[in-house]
């Protein structure tokens, strides 16, 4: 299912190209994909194989510490694909699949690989070692073409084929041994002297951490080599691995810095009031004595990053010969706005049932700065008005917002300082008369009309 | 981006499988602390405004005695300020902390080495400086409780300096006569401080507590009784000059019509509105029942313009069926905690009923009464709860009921927690233990809101497993909760939100 053979792949790429073809046309809409696999037999063969691989490969020392580690890699796999964590898509499978072939099959890999595309907004992928890779949403919302992506997935074979995943086994052995060590200690009977053992204990796993993190520092610089080697035998452009690590770099996920609150979201039959969008007043303006925390001050290490080390990284990237070969040809079918916008709405429908209302409001107005004649957006930011006061009434409303500053761009915090002063009947009154307005540019939209209809039944419903 | 934090690479590549987005939101834990006590804990706020809180706690550092405590502040929305550290006893404490929007002002006390001091500190956190307060017994921190139970709070903000209070036994025992120090520090040190005591001459035991300021004008509430026994205390209220310390007037309970317990006051233009509940012409406040609630409004000069009595037949009567004693029927006695005056001038008043029998009080029912800026009967609003019953101790059966009430004030054991302004916006909140059938008991906020002259109940009920809660106020109707869990020395605190 996964990765189809040679004589079916010119077959499924005409239907998939045809389908697509079709459902490209439609950025505006969104329907959810499947969280479940069509052959869930087949899929868990697969895992448990490359499992007893794994496992097949470690003797001795490491021998039982890879049962452990990887039948819990196994199980957490499971966990998240029943938990609907994963991402069944078939023609974001296809497509990924068929770059990944395009990159084993250049370079003469041999592998088989199995991946995963997870639900998670966060721009990351992933390799677990033995085929096993996995990919967030959030990258495709992210990158801007095929090429960025294609550096990824070499990026990430690069350790596959560099077998990382074996120093992780090392590192986890180590933090075992100390963390056992540590146990110890802590069943001392005298207190006093344990307190000060139980630090020591601590500043050995932080040295640890450390040290495994200069490793994994190393790792991402090989495998930033490496695949770039992948990536000049195929059609895509070299260069795209800059751009990737630049983008990575300087990424901010809820970035509203192009757009003004009070612009964007004004309305004449509701303004917006004055008190909502002030900017809170806090203690000694946010700063007092020391804000460090030892561990914190610790894990802001570059070291412990999931992408450590960016800017070594991209330094030895432009050392490297990445001249663009002929221009690199696009597999067709979805375009590179097309997926990006829908792993954009996925993002947004992900964010809305995990009960994160702010962060879906933030990414559909990210998502309306460059498509502001989007009725699905226009309806996506009044929905997240409607369920923030859903929130409020089952009393989960500091799940559904977050503290103001809890995202760094200035806007987005007016925009959640905003949600929080404004009262329950409020957010509906927002809500109704944003989708009162959009539904008068857009008459023929049926989600605008859908919660419209709602948002009217909470207002007779709060007005009585 | 939000970074991921990770020990291993493999645990690096396996949270990709941990979709959790660790956003819990407005929840803030300490973990690890040496030694936890709620009382050491507390709401930051200038007047009716909310700044943050703080929490002192010991570290693990230092010998018995230089322990180091350290001191950590957030904002109104739970996020991190800053923090700073002391250096005490074992026993140190902090009593109170206050925001003057410039400085930070800390209460501490060490009852080891009979000590209190202010310590008023920048930005930085450094101690720009210290000041000795009389040490007093009722400083101890098994005491200091049961004062800010009953209102008195040691330390105010107010404009360029803080007010602390200390209310001292003349000897070393409670039962000696109590004098008072209204102490007034000023952040710059090139400013003047100035203190008011209570008058050496005087044989009566008096106390001091802050009702309310301006830029001008620092009201305070002085209680005086004739002995310790005596059944009858008065409440007169002294506006000294924030600058210079110097009394500008004195209201004594005598010029009113009936005696008046105030509990709050505001600034309303040129008006000064003093409002609380009032007693019989000839009432001993320590022994009867106060019969209503009053409005008086003097002039910025403390003269009287104005006196209003409703009484509880004419207010809660109308909906509740009261005996000749004031008591409501079947519910019994009456506890009001707090007075508030909104900027409009509707007055609410939150209590809570209770029944005695020998040594034993019994908490139920809360309710709430919101009267018209003409004193009228608005509304009032039975909140309903689980009862809990604690018993006083020997000696106290003779006691009438109003004396057991205040008894059960002192010792905490209402589910009244607090009564806060926030502009138009009244909240008040109560924190009860429930018996929950079918499953582990444990606590319920019950909250009231009062706006646009209606009530508004919320019940939040906090399912975790905690060994004990508090509850504090907060800004734009939340309230803060705090949580500890002592096996594993944690501490959560987070903002709920009302529904609103």
């Known amino acids: 299912m996964f990765i189809p053979s040679n004589s079916l792949f010119w077959i499924s790429a005409i239907l998939i190209g045809s389908s697509l073809f079709v459902s490209a046309q439609s950025v505006t809409e969104y329907l959810p994909p499947n969280y479940q696999p069509e052959d869930t037999l087949w899929l868990q063969r697969e895992l448990q194989q490359r499992r007893k691989l794994a496992i097949a490969q470690y003797t001795g020392q490491f021998g039982d510490l890879a049962e452990v580690v990887f039948s819990r890699r196994h199980r957490e796999i499971l966990e998240s694909i029943e938990a609907g964590e994963v991402i069944f898509h078939p023609p974001l499978q296809d497509f990924v699949d068929r770059i990944f072939q395009d990159i084993i099959t250049t370079n003469e890999l041999i592998l088989k690989p199995l991946i995963l595309i997870k639900r998670s907004p966060q721009p990351n992928a992933g390799s677990l070692g033995h085929g096993l890779f996995v990919l967030n949403i959030g990258l495709f919302e992210q990158l801007g073409t095929v090429d960025e992506l294609a550096y990824v997935f070499c990026h990430e074979l690069a350790h596959d084929q560099m077998n990382h995943v074996a120093r992780a086994l090392e590192n986890e052995a180590r933090i075992v041994e100390q963390a056992t060590t540590l146990s110890y200690k802590k069943r001392r009977k005298n207190r006093r002297k344990s307190g000060d053992e139980l630090q020591a204990g601590r500043e050995a796993l932080r040295t640890l951490a450390y040290n495994m993190g200069q490793k994994s520092r190393q790792d991402e610089l090989s495998a930033d080599s490496l695949a770039l080697l992948f990536l000049k035998k195929t059609r895509f452009k070299p260069a795209s691995a800059q751009q990737v690590l630049h983008q990575l770099h300087t990424l901010e996920l809820f970035d509203l810095s192009e757009i003004r609150i009070e612009q964007i979201l004004q309305l004449s039959e509701f303004p917006l009031k004055p008190e909502w969008l002030a900017k809170e007043k806090r203690m000694f303006g946010g700063s007092f004595g020391s804000n460090e925390s030892a561990v914190e001050k610790w894990f802001d290490l570059d070291s412990l990053n999931t992408h450590p080390a960016l800017e070594e990284r991209m330094l030895m990237l432009t050392q490297q010969d990445n001249r663009d070969i002929p221009e690199g040809a696009r597999l067709g079918g979805w375009t590179d706005q097309h997926w990006q916008t829908w792993a954009g709405y996925e993002i947004i429908e992900y964010y809305f049932q995990a009960g994160l209302t702010a962060h879906a409001l933030i990414t559909s107005l990210r998502m309306l700065i460059h498509d502001e004649h989007n009725p699905y957006l226009h309806a996506m930011i009044a929905r997240s008005f409607l369920m923030t006061y859903d929130a409020v009434e089952a009393y989960n409303f500091d799940r559904a917002v977050p503290p103001p500053n809890y995202f760094q761009d200035a806007q987005a915090q007016q925009l959640v300082g905003m949600l929080r002063k404004m009262t329950a009947k409020d957010l509906v009154t927002y809500g109704y008369h944003y989708l009162k307005t959009k539904k008068a540019l857009y008459p023929e939209n049926a989600i605008l009309e859908q919660y419209l209809i709602e948002a009217k039944k909470l207002m007779e419903k709060l007005n009585k | ?500």
């Open chain 2, 1 to 500: 981006m939000q970074k991921q934090l990770s020990l291993s690479f493999l645990v690096i590549a396996l949270l990709i499988f941990s979709l959790q987005i660790s956003v819990t939101a407005q929840k803030r834990s300490f973990e690890d602390l040496y030694e936890v006590e709620l009382k050491n804990a507390g709401v930051i706020q200038d007047g009716t405004e909310i700044n943050g809180y703080y929490f002192f706690n010991r570290t693990q550092e230092g010998k018995r005695k230089s322990r180091v405590f350290e001191l950590q502040l957030v904002d109104h929305n739970l996020e991190p300020i800053g923090k700073t550290e002391f250096i005490g006893s074992d026993d140190m404490s902090v009593t109170s902390v206050a925001y003057n929007g410039q400085y930070l002002a800390v209460r501490l006390v060490d009852p080891r080495a009979d000590e209190t001091r202010l310590e008023i500190l920048d930005s930085s956190g450094k101690t720009i400086q210290t000041v000795k307060l009389p040490y007093s017994l009722y400083d101890h921190p098994k005491y200091a409780a049961s004062q800010t139970s009953m209102g008195l709070f040691p330390l105010y903000p107010v404009k360029n300096g803080f007010i602390a209070y200390s209310n001292q036994p003349s000897k070393k025992s409670m039962m000696s006569k109590t004098k008072y120090e209204i102490i007034f520090v000023p952040h710059a040190e090139a400013e003047d401080g100035w203190t008011k005591k209570s008058s050496e001459k005087s044989e009566l035991f008096e106390a001091a507590g802050f009702l309310g300021a301006d830029d001008e004008l620092i009201l305070n509430t002085i209680y005086q009784r004739k002995g310790l026994l005596s059944m009858d205390m008065t409440f007169d209220i002294v506006a000294l000059n924030t600058k210079t310390g110097k009394q500008h007037f004195r209201y004594t309970s005598n010029k009113s019509r009936y005696p008046v317990w105030i509990t709050e006051a505001i600034f309303k233009e040129d008006q000064i509105l003093l409002s609380g509940t009032y007693y019989e012409k000839d009432g001993k406040t320590m022994k009867d029942r106060p019969i209503g609630l009053a409005v008086i409004r003097l002039d910025r000069n403390g003269d009287e313009i104005e006196e209003e009595y409703i009484s509880y037949q004419k207010t809660l009567g109308k909906k509740l069926e009261l005996d000749n004693k004031g008591r409501i029927k079947d519910a019994g006695n009456v506890y009001i905690h707090d007075v508030a005056l909104t900027p409009s001038g509707e007055l609410i008043a939150i209590g809570e009923t209770y029944k005695v029998f020998n040594n034993d009080v019994t908490i139920k029912d809360g309710l709430m009464l919101s009267l018209t800026p003409e004193l009228e009967f608005q509304s009032v609003e039975i909140l309903e709860k689980d009862a809990h019953t604690a018993s006083l101790g020997r000696g106290v059966s003779l006691a009438g009921p109003v004396l057991k009430g205040m008894a059960a004030k002192s010792l905490q054991w209402f589910d009244f927690e607090y009564l806060q302004k926030d502009g138009e916006l009244i909240t008040a909140s109560f924190l009860n233990y429930e018996r929950r059938k079918g499953e582990a008991n444990g606590f319920s906020i019950y909250s009231y809101t009062f706006t646009e002259q209606a009530f508004n109940q919320n019940k939040i009920r906090l399912d975790s497993e905690s060994d004990n809660a508090v509850i504090f106020p907060a800004r734009n109707g939340y309230i803060m909760v705090m949580e500890y869990f002592a096996k594993e020395k944690r501490l959560d605190t987070r903002l709920e939100r009302l529904k609103l």
